[in-house]
């Protein structure tokens, strides 16, 4: 395994992070703690969760991911090994289960962070993310920034948020902070606020990134290099779409687009195009589209972790395996003529 300094912390997380979403929907606690074995054998010590989890979203398994998470740690006795992630919920109609709509406000962070110590078991949580903004902005695939006169105050919601995740740190609850599904100006906001408030400096961003979906570079690419806030890359094999397995209108028995209709956001006429592509060159160069696509998200020098995901061990070991894969520069330039004309089908 490799690995990756957090932020500008002391922590060492692995460049492979397992991610949990599928864990009480289409994994059972059982297959959970086999990945959580298999991954924490092969030196992945970086597991990603959240309150919100499974997906999809219902109330019947909020927090059951978590709750997997937890009694795994308890069981195995090695907190101390594992660098624990996980994220309060932004505003969201459906999620109105949860705290009857959840806020960014101080009293809803706290409730959630208490709630998530014990469902993972544990008095500390490694890193904790906001799950997306409260504002009114670009994230889940939106396009196309609409102003309103709500959005002046959005900074002061941002600072709320912020003080609030300060007091869990200066509590011990939570050693760092990061951001998720943020865009350049929420991420300097975040900064802007910290350095004026004199409060934690966010550490890390979870945004999407893969072959189908490069839009973090343009902005925010040069935040984390300049501002020492690593990208924790979500959906790097695009829901499963870059794996090719959805070409040609296949739906494979038990896949999550298959089982979920909702996950379509790269499974458009453009996002097909560019997969085909993809997948012809990975298997002109001896690899499977899947050890491509998750390779090129492991080079690019932005890059803290890879969020991987998988429903069974032999997924788990080719995405994990991924890490010892080193893309020649001619199949790099042809990744990139590809993209240039095919930039983002799926932001």
Known sequence: MKYSVLGNTELKVSRICLGSMTWGEQNSEAEAHEQLDFAFERGVNFIDTAEMYATPPRAETQGLSEQ???????????????????????????????????????????????????????????????????????????LGYEYTEDDDTDSDSIEETLSALAELVQE???????????????????LRLAKLNNYPHIVSIQNPYNLLNRSYEIGLAEISHREQIGLLAYSPLAFGVLTGKYLHGAHPIGARLTLFERFSRYNNEEGQTATAAYVKLAQEHDLSPTQMALAYVNSRPFLTSNIIGATDLDQLEENIASVNIELGQELLSAIEEIHISQPNPCP
Request: aromatic share 12%; no cysteine.
């Open 68 to 142: 997997y998470i937890g009694n795994w740690l308890s069981a195995r006795g090695n907190r101390d090994q594992v660098i624990l992630a996980t994220k309060v919920a932004g505003p969201a109609e459906w999620l109105s289960y949860l705290r009857e709509g959840p806020q960014l406000n101080r009293a809803h962070i706290r409730q959630a962070a208490e709630d998530s110590l014990k469902r993972l078991q544990t008095d500390y949580i490694d890193l904790y993310q906001v799950h997306w903004p409260s504002r009114n902005t670009n994230f889940f695939g939106k």
């Open 172 to 190: 011990g609850k939570v050693r760092h902070i990061g951001i998720s599904n943020e865009t350049p100006w929420g991420m300097m906001t975040y």
